[in-house]
């Protein structure tokens, strides 16, 4: 699964305004509605939390993957983003996160696509080389290197 085909530069902010977990999935579905990939805001949103109220999506290493499948996403993406402060997110290890990717996943592919998007997302923030450096990283295209393997 080639991630660069779910990831696009303008889908990715480094300086998030959020300062709770509803912002910071809130602004990230606003990237997604700017570049088009869901059809309607609220409704996109009503899926997230409903998926957010199911289980904890904070993965540990002060990441966060929060996931909607939903019939309003026009594209399977994922929006990223990096809060300035610690957000509180009941995470698997207890600990505040700073780093999320929000899945945005059609009806189409929330079984095969997403599934392999989920495993590639999952193998690289596995390692804690990667999630040191996309704490770090200074740009969106920095973030796009790290999830190509450049």
Excluded: Q
Excluded at 43 to 55: A, Q, T
Excluded at 100 to 125: G, M, P, Q, Y
């Amino acid at each position: 699964m080639d991630l660069s085909k779910v990831i696009r530069s303008e889908t990715i902010k480094l300086d998030m305004e959020a300062t709770t977990r509803e912002e910071v999935v809130e602004e990230l579905t606003d990237l997604l509605l700017h570049v088009n990939a869901i059809s309607n805001r609220e409704n996109f949103l009503k899926d997230v939390f409903y998926r957010e109220s199911l289980g904890a999506t904070g993965i540990g290493n002060g990441i966060a993957i929060p996931h909607g499948k939903s019939k309003f996403v026009n594209k399977t993406s994922l929006a990223i983003g990096r809060t300035k402060t610690d957000i509180d997110w009941k995470s698997l290890d207890d600990k505040p996160v700073r780093f999320i990717i929000l899945f945005a996943v059609t009806d189409e592919d929330k079984n095969s696509t997403h599934i392999k998007i989920l495993a590639k997302v999952a193998s690289n923030l596995g390692d804690d080389d990667v999630c040191a450096k996309l704490l770090k990283a200074k740009s969106p295209e920095e973030i796009l290197a790290i999830f190509s393997g450049r």
